[in-house]
């Protein structure tokens, strides 16, 4: 199954979060990376709509077979 790797902002903004974050994701579609992010932050859900909007801006890069879907790497703040 073809994997692509999104990387994109972190979809709670200032004053919330104060320095705001990057986040990268391996992941098959779009909408797995928003529920594997859904996941990664569950501790503010009440943000969870910003987090299609920050997948769909995203930098998306083709990957070759044999990734898992994973986070790779997030900074939150």
């Known amino acids: ?3 692509f790797l999104f990387i994109g902002e972190y979809w709670v903004k200032f004053p919330r979060s104060e320095y705001g ?3 990268s994701v391996i992941a098959s579609s779009e909408e797995e990376c928003i529920e594997i992010l859904k996941k990664l932050d569950e501790f503010n859900d009440e943000y969870h709509y910003n987090i299609e909007h920050e997948v769909k801006n995203a ?3 083709n990957l070759e077979d044999g990734f898992d879907s994973c986070v790779v790497q997030f900074f939150f703040t």
Do not use: T
């Open 1 to 3: 199954m073809q994997k």
């Open 59 to 61: 930098k998306v890069f």
């Open 21 to 23: 974050g990057m986040w």
